[in-house]
């Protein structure tokens, strides 16, 4: 069992970053590859990055590549997701996930999810 709690969301302007983080309970977090992911309203829940469990490799949809950078901390049983040149499209509900299968762009794949952070990005 994982739990997990996202922070970090906020407003900002259009070209700025923010830095979501995500903490996670339990001994067996290092186990799990993990994903972000965002709802924007009307819209389905969607893949933004993920990494595996050892940190070694790293998944990201074509539209945030080169602007987003997922990382984690398995000691400090974190994992973060650095967001810069924000756009208003980025404006979305964002969700921090774990997962024990390899599959690590399927929502389907997760079982564990936290509550969600609010991201705007203003034009």
């Known amino acids: 069992q994982v739990q997990l709690v996202e922070s970090g969301g906020g407003l900002v302007q259009a070209g700025g970053s923010l830095r979501l983080s995500c903490a996670a309970s339990g001994r067996t977090f290092r186990w799990y590859g993990m994903g972000w992911f965002r709802q924007a309203p009307g819209k389905e829940r969607e893949f933004v990055a993920a990494?595996?469990?050892?940190?070694?490799?790293?998944y990201y949809v074509d539209s945030v590549k080169g602007r987003f950078t997922i990382s984690r901390d398995n000691a400090k049983n974190t994992v973060s997701l650095q967001m810069n040149s924000l756009k208003p499209e980025d404006t979305a509900v964002y969700y921090c996930?774990?997962?024990?299968?390899?599959?690590?762009?399927?929502?389907?794949?997760?079982?564990?999810w936290g509550q969600g952070t609010q991201v705007t990005v203003s034009s």
């Open positions: 996930a774990a997962t024990s299968g390899t599959a690590l762009d399927l929502v389907r794949e997760y079982a564990f």
């Open positions: 990494i595996s469990w050892s940190g070694g490799r790293t």
